[in-house]
């Protein structure tokens, strides 16, 4: 008789149960995190609100990796060696290029002026520590946005739909397509959120899937994540996920048709940003290819559990 909680063959709770208990997880220690912050600082600095999500998700995934899963928390993606660190500069180096590209495209057409550098208006927060509050936010939530998105549900979710009778791709397709939802929906409560801002968040979450399953690693896709936002955000002036951002490198003025632009929202709620998404994949699918990994499956989906050998030094 089939047991519901737990896989008898791997000795562990079932997929669905990981992934739930998991999302309590993280639920709890944000929400302690946040309350905690709360009580003691009043500071408005980004990186103050955002580092107890980071703290919270990344120690959530943590724990289940120890107490659910059974595995190493380096084996979600994050073997950090020389290769990653060149992944995720490589991904920095495609966003920043990408959504530069927006940038250009709404520039020549007279959809977005530079009215003024950040340096030069009056704020409440002084320019540097404004813009390395925004840079070290943003990289915080490239991390702990893949760590969840990706490297934990992804990997789970595949984990607990791969049967013989669906096999490995389809359930893939699925495990990208509910996590890419997801992902796209965390956003719909954000300012000036719309269905449209919503499906292109969704798309955008399929495209960060993509690096992390053809080579088994998350440096890709944390790098697209994260500069994709801090240079929309803290160069470009765009607002990001709805958000505007106070220190910024360039003051702009956004005017054009949403449609194309995104309003308020930002790019990403327009075609353009669309474009710059495409843009993202296509470069990295080329960086994948020339830097030797294989346009295929990764290693660490095809195996049954998955948990890859680490060194003693990598192991928590």
């Known amino acids: 008789m089939n047991n519901i909680f737990i ?6 709770l079932r997929a669905g149960w990981r992934l739930l208990i998991q999302f309590i997880f993280m639920f709890l220690l944000v929400g302690f995190g946040i309350l905690s912050v709360q009580q003691i600082w009043t500071n408005p600095l980004r990186v103050y609100t955002t580092a107890p999500q980071f703290i919270g998700i990344t120690l959530s995934v943590w724990l289940a990796a120890k107490l659910l899963d059974h595995r190493s928390f380096f084996d979600y993606g994050l073997n950090f060696n020389r290769q990653w660190t060149k992944d995720f500069l490589a991904g920095c180096l495609i966003a920043a290029i990408a959504i530069s590209t927006v940038f250009a495209i709404q520039w020549s057409l007279g959809w977005v ?9 009056p704020s409440k927060t002084p320019f ?19 760590l969840f998105s990706r490297g934990y549900q992804l990997l789970n979710i595949t984990e607990g739909i791969t049967y013989p009778a669906i096999g490995l791709n389809t359930a893939l397709i699925v495990a990208i397509l509910l996590t890419s939802s997801l992902f796209g929906l965390l956003h719909i409560f954000n300012p ?14 399929v495209i960060l899937a993509v690096p ?4 088994g690693s998350l440096g890709l896709s944390v790098g697209l994540h994260f500069s994709w936002n801090f240079v929309m955000a803290g160069f470009l002036g765009f607002p990001v996920s ?3 951002i106070e220190v910024t490198l360039l003051k702009t003025h956004q005017s ?8 308020a929202f930002g790019p990403e709620a327009g075609l353009l940003g669309l474009l710059g998404m495409a843009i993202m994949l296509g470069a990295t699918l080329v960086y994948i290819k020339r830097t030797g990994y294989e ?8 195996n049954d559990k998955q948990p890859a050998v680490k060194s003693d030094e990598q192991s928590l």
């Open 295 to 302: 346009l295929s499956v990764a290693t660490l989906f095809k």
């Open 256 to 263: 054009g048709p949403e449609f194309w632009t995104g309003g």
């Open 212 to 215: 992390y399953i053809l080579t």
């Open 7 to 12: 896989n008898n063959d791997e000795q562990r």
């Open 242 to 244: 709805g958000q505007t």
């Open 113 to 121: 002026t530079i009215t003024d550098f950040g340096w030069n208006v």
């Open 192 to 205: 000036n959120a719309s269905i449209i801002s919503t499906f292109n968040i969704m798309l955008a979450g």
């Open 128 to 146: 540097a520590v404004g813009i390395v509050s925004l840079f070290l936010s943003m990289l915080m939530v490239g991390f702990h946005e893949e």
